[in-house]
């Protein structure tokens, strides 16, 4: 499939017209380094589209116009080198998405959420991969309190830990939604919860952030992977790989 650019801002072209579009779950041949032993997640679904970026990659629904998942790779020199990339709030509609399966701008207007990331800008080492982070394609609709507090706890902490790991870490964050969300505009669908997992392969341990999408949510003690597995249904790490639990915890 050929997709049809549509170059409306300089941001869009520079986050676009690099990464073609890749359709279907097990599309992620041009970016496998992001996942564990090169292993994507198996999704199955209609209208999963598999995104690459420069430092991260998504797994699109366009059921619900938002990530699947989102999935980084993360060592301590390039979280370092993020520390000083300027952050640049311009978000974008991501063009390489059929129009009736992505979210736009005005979709998110006057609605209350925030435009919450899943590959987070702070994580990204230099200005192309921050720039491309913005893509709505990697973006849910997020509850405020829980995006700038333990949401952006969760995130920092991450970022601490790669900082101190013996090797690189590899993390992969996404929403979750009942049976019948409600939807921004009609159709951006409205997660009710959110998960981060983490798993340190020279360590071979692993945590997993799970958080209500709602002003009242507090931070928690993190969750095992197989308690993830559990909650979510699906494996996110490569079927041979039994992580032990990390006790890391989240904290402002």
Same mark, same amino acid.
């Given at each position: 499939?050929?997709?049809?650019?549509?170059?409306? +801002?300089?941001?869009?072209?520079?986050?676009?017209?690099?990464?073609?579009?890749?359709?279907? *779950? =097990?599309? !992620?041949?041009?970016?496998?380094?992001?996942?564990?032993?090169?292993?994507?997640?198996?999704?199955?679904?209609?209208?999963?589209? =598999?995104?690459?970026?420069?430092?991260?990659?998504?797994?699109?629904?366009?059921? +619900?116009? +938002?990530?699947?998942?989102? *999935?980084?790779?993360?060592? @301590?020199?390039?979280?370092?080198?993020?520390?000083?990339?300027?952050?640049?709030?311009?978000?974008?509609? &991501?063009?390489?998405?059929?129009?009736?399966?992505? =979210?736009?701008?005005?979709?998110?207007?006057?609605?209350?959420?925030?435009?919450?990331?899943?590959?987070?800008?702070?994580?990204?080492? &230099?200005? +192309?991969?921050?720039?491309? $982070?913005?893509?709505?394609?990697?973006?849910?609709?997020?509850?405020?309190?829980?995006?700038?507090?333990?949401?952006? =706890?969760?995130?920092?902490?991450?970022?601490?830990?790669?900082?101190? @790991?013996?090797?690189?870490?590899?993390?992969?964050?996404?929403?979750?939604?009942?049976?019948?969300?409600?939807?921004?505009?009609?159709?951006?669908?409205?997660? $009710?919860?959110? !998960?981060?997992?983490?798993? &340190?392969?020279?360590?071979?341990?692993?945590?997993?952030?799970?958080?209500?999408?709602?002003?009242? @949510?507090?931070?928690?003690?993190?969750?095992?992977?197989?308690?993830?597995?559990?909650?979510?249904?699906?494996?996110?790490?490569?079927?041979?790989?039994?992580?032990?639990? *990390?006790?890391?915890?989240?904290?402002?």
């Amino acid at each position: 499939m050929t997709p049809v650019f549509k170059p409306i +801002t300089t941001l869009t072209v520079l986050a676009t017209l690099a990464f073609p579009l890749i359709a279907g *779950a =097990a599309g !992620f041949a041009d970016c496998p380094q992001f996942f564990v032993n090169q292993q994507p997640p198996a999704f199955k679904g209609a209208k999963l589209r =598999a995104l690459c970026f420069s430092h991260f990659a998504v797994l699109h629904n366009g059921q +619900t116009r +938002t990530p699947v998942f989102s *999935a980084e790779r993360l060592t @301590a020199s390039e979280i370092e080198q993020a520390k000083h990339v300027e952050r640049e709030d311009r978000f974008f509609a &991501d063009h390489r998405l059929p129009e009736n399966e992505r =979210a736009e701008l005005e979709d998110y207007q006057g609605s209350g959420y925030d435009r919450g990331h899943m590959a987070p800008s702070h994580d990204q080492p &230099d200005e +192309t991969a921050m720039a491309q $982070s913005f893509s709505l394609a990697n973006m849910v609709p997020q509850n405020s309190h829980n995006n700038r507090g333990p949401w952006s =706890a969760f995130e920092a902490t991450t970022r601490k830990y790669a900082a101190l @790991a013996a090797g690189p870490i590899y993390v992969i964050s996404g929403p979750v939604f009942g049976p019948n969300p409600q939807r921004l505009n009609n159709r951006v669908a409205i997660p $009710s919860q959110l !998960f981060k997992l983490v798993y &340190d392969p020279s360590a071979n341990k692993a945590w997993a952030y799970w958080i209500d999408n709602t002003n009242a @949510a507090q931070i928690a003690p993190p969750i095992s992977y197989s308690e993830l597995t559990k909650r979510i249904g699906v494996r996110l790490l490569p079927r041979g790989v039994r992580p032990g639990y *990390a006790d890391v915890e989240a904290t402002h």
